[in-house]
């Protein structure tokens, strides 16, 4: 009898392993997959502050990284993820929205009760975080857009195991301190591990955090509360019919890195933690902070009935005047808000779609799953709104290009192997391991030319500080200036200025206000005005941003910047 049910168990073990490793032999077809079945979720809110006796006060969360399953799908099987919550069960994919007052700090204290092992195939052959023992999943959490001390910025070298067992080089404390000075916006939070950010990010990793300033946002009349104010964290997936997520095994170039690729894409698109979701909505204006969290996606977003929007922040600052628009593109990692007026609406839904090549800009087409992203029902009936869209916005003093400290011209390149499959890529020529070189004064404002000498156009983020885009230009006799930059690897002695006299791209109206990411067309060179102080106030920072071990620049495609295109960023006093 034990012997039979003991056979039973083996024969049970067995046929369960072979259906997981069938599903892992299939892809879902997503087109297959019935659109705008499931409701776009609201996800959890978590303050980051206390109130007292009415007064708001500076306030300590925990907040965990858990390995649970998801429902990402009506139709799909529960789907194995990394997700950020208080706890496992109110862990959510992305995580909770974190809620910050101006000027009220936030101290949370990211926990990791990962596995042992990671729920995707990583490459060990791209600089990667690695525990001496082998075990547990490092991670790390940096706040995308948060202008706050370098301890606490999330280093890519900054990473930690299960219960702090073990920790990276540059680790230094468990609970992080976001002070909340600066301006009021959108922001959001993600694993930044050197190496794996972009396989925990596809597992799960991110979340909203939103800086609330009453004082001087609620004037302004935008449509707010829960309802009418809402969060758009947009993802894209591949999935195997048993509902894991797809994430490639192979690499591009397996006889050096057998796991890498140089862009990851996927044709579900997710908002929200639900494919392909629906809304329904009133006819009256709503405000939409749209994230664009995906790897390596590029989204150029409209909707197909013809419906405007009005975009009132780009990143996480707020622009001086509304901009209208019927599309908008964003990079990897951007942020844009934008406010939509379902009343102006002819139909009784609309759908936001999608129409950017990937690669962008000159990559494959959208097909008819990954040109939807979600679906809005408009209810019939007119309603009263109280909201406004003003005039007038958020006004921050201009980058002052009198008083420029430095000058620095930032090179990106793309190495390929013998068979034209990329290998790796640097900023400046250099891999992320190498010495500091920029070190910029606190305080000050540089003057860094972008120079794209690879095909792709690259999301260029950088940390603490922000920046006005001035100006676009062309490279003319590219492959001339690109053979030098190859050789020597110095814009001032290849001559820059005589290559860069082409056609001059206007920076889009919804573009000019302050950014920590920008689109950097290939084959152009990009001006830009880096500002290392509080942009509101031109103050400097409430803390001492030249504590080791300082920042980072990067490419936010998450493949890029795991394989080498990220590089240290140094402030001095």
């Given at each position: ?8 168990k ?9 259906s ?9 077809d ?7 079945v499931?409701e ?8 980051g502050?206390?109130v007292?006796?009415g007064?708001?006060r500076?306030?300590s ?12 799908h009506?139709d ?6 990394f ?19 101006f000027?009220i700090?936030t101290?949370?204290t ?9 729920i ?12 001496h023992?082998?075990?547990g ?42 002070s909340n000075?600066q ?6 939070y993600?694993?930044?591990?050197l190496?794996?950010?972009r ?13 609330h ?16 104010d ?6 894209d ?17 397996p006889?050096?890195?057998?796991k ?16 392909w979701?629906?809304l329904?909505?009133?006819?009256c ?6 994230v ?12 197909t009935n013809?419906?405007?929007?009005t975009?009132?922040?780009s990143?996480s ?12 593109v ?13 009343s ?6 609309a ?11 000159s990559?494959?087409p959208?097909?008819?799953a ?10 019939p009936?007119?309603?009263?709104d109280?909201s ?10 201009s ?15 793309e190495?390929?192997?013998?068979t034209?499959?990329p290998?790796?890529l640097y900023?400046?020529?250099k ?5 500091v ?26 940390h603490?500080?922000?920046?006005k885009v001035l ?15 190859m050789?020597?690897?110095d ?8 290559y ?15 950014k ?22 031109n103050a400097?920072y ?6 080791e ?12 910047e795991?394989?080498?295109m ?8």
């Amino acid at each position: 009898m034990e012997r039979t049910l003991l056979l039973i168990k083996l024969v049970t073990i067995l046929s369960t392993l072979i259906s997981y490793s069938s599903g892992l032999d299939k892809l879902v077809d997503a087109p297959k997959l019935e659109m705008f079945v499931d409701e776009l979720p609201h996800m959890p809110k978590i303050l980051g502050y206390e109130v007292v006796h009415g007064i708001p006060r500076p306030t300590s969360l925990k907040i965990g990284m858990f390995k649970k399953t998801w429902k990402f799908h009506r139709d799909l099987p529960p789907t194995l993820v990394f997700a950020y919550g208080a706890n496992v069960d109110s862990a959510t994919v992305p995580g909770p929205t974190i809620e910050a007052l101006f000027g009220i700090d936030t101290y949370v204290t990211w926990q990791n009760h990962l596995p042992p092992n990671h729920i995707l195939p990583w490459d060990p052959t791209i600089p990667t975080a690695v525990p001496h023992t082998k075990m547990g999943v490092p991670t790390v959490v940096h706040l995308h857009g948060g202008i706050h001390e370098s301890e606490s910025d999330g280093n890519a070298n900054s990473w930690f195991t299960f219960g702090f067992q073990e920790t990276g080089p540059t680790w230094t404390k468990k609970t992080y301190h976001y002070s909340n000075n600066q301006h009021p916006g959108t922001l959001f939070y993600h694993d930044h591990t050197l190496g794996l950010t972009r396989v925990n990010l596809v597992a799960g990793l991110l979340g909203a955090y939103i800086i609330h300033h009453h004082l001087v946002e609620d004037p302004l009349g935008l449509p707010h509360g829960g309802e009418f104010d809402r969060p758009l964290i947009v993802i894209d997936r591949n999935f195997y019919i048993n509902g894991s997520i797809y994430m490639n095994s192979t690499g591009n170039n397996p006889s050096i890195h057998p796991k890498w690729q140089p862009e990851y894409f996927g044709d579900v698109i997710i908002v929200n933690g639900k494919a392909w979701p629906h809304l329904t909505v009133k006819r009256c204006k709503y405000r939409f902070r749209i994230v664009n969290a995906c790897n390596a996606r590029f989204l150029s977003l409209f909707f197909t009935n013809g419906l405007r929007f009005t975009h009132v922040a780009s990143d996480s600052a707020y622009l001086d005047k509304p901009i209208i628009a019927n599309k908008t593109v964003m990079g990897p990692s951007e942020i844009t808000n934008i406010i939509v007026d379902f009343s102006e609406s002819t139909t009784d839904s609309a759908i936001l779609a999608n129409d950017a090549p990937y690669p962008y800009p000159s990559g494959n087409p959208v097909n008819e799953a990954n040109n939807k992203v979600m679906k809005f029902i408009i209810l019939p009936h007119q309603e009263v709104d109280r909201s406004q869209i003003p005039k007038k916005l958020l006004e921050y003093p201009s980058a002052d290009l009198s008083n420029v400290s430095s000058t620095r011209y930032i090179a990106m390149y793309e190495y390929m192997s013998n068979t034209s499959q990329p290998t790796h890529l640097y900023l400046n020529g250099k891999p992320f391991e190498a010495p500091v070189t920029e070190t910029p004064k606190e305080g000050s404002t540089e003057l860094w030319y972008v120079i794209n000498l690879t095909g792709d156009n690259h999301p260029l983020h950088i940390h603490l500080a922000l920046f006005k885009v001035l100006d676009q230009t062309e490279l003319m006799n590219l492959g001339e200036f690109k053979s030098c930059m190859m050789r020597i690897g110095d814009a001032v002695k290849c001559h820059m200025e005589k290559y860069a006299r082409g056609k001059k791209v206007e920076v889009l109206a919804h573009e000019k206000g302050w950014k920590n990411v920008f689109k950097i067309m290939p084959g152009y060179v990009t001006k830009i005005a880096v500002r290392f102080s509080y942009i509101h106030t031109n103050a400097h920072y409430s803390f001492d941003a030249t504590v080791e071990h300082g920042y980072l620049y990067h490419c936010h495609m998450l493949d890029h910047e795991d394989n080498e295109m990220m590089r240290p960023l140094k402030v001095i006093k």
